[in-house]
């Protein structure tokens, strides 16, 4: 059973600080299908480094979690832009 967040692929110790920053503290907390909104919700900690490839990173990370399937973040890249070229909050 996973229990820390850098249990989890593609999550090392930067982004976890990052994500236990806006209260996400365990994988169980990543189950679901609010990755666009923790992305959102990262803009306030990680500033500058705020990149797409992390949104990609949670898609990938949210299909580990459902299918216990991992795969490479950039597998999630197509979907990653569409959702955030049809997102509003993206571009604020």
Same mark, same amino acid.
């Given at each position: 059973? *996973? $229990?820390?967040? $850098? ?5 090392? &110790? /930067?982004?976890? *600080? ?6 996400? *503290?365990? &994988? %169980?907390?990543?189950?679901?299908? %609010? ?12 500033? %500058? *480094?705020?990149? &797409?490839?992390?949104?990609?990173? =949670? =898609? ?11 795969? &490479? ?10 959702? =955030? /070229?049809?997102?509003?909050?993206? $571009?604020?």
């Amino acid at each position: 059973m *996973r $229990t820390k967040l $850098t249990d989890l692929p593609h999550i090392g &110790p /930067a982004i976890a *600080r990052d994500l236990m920053a806006i209260g996400v *503290r365990s &994988p %169980h907390d990543l189950k679901g299908d %609010h990755a666009l909104k923790i992305f959102g919700d990262l803009k306030s900690v990680m500033g %500058h *480094r705020h990149d &797409p490839c992390v949104y990609y990173t =949670l =898609l990938a990370v949210q299909h580990f979690l459902a299918t216990g399937e991992s795969l &490479p973040w950039w597998t999630f890249t197509a979907k990653g832009k569409a959702d =955030l /070229a049809s997102d509003k909050r993206s $571009t604020s």
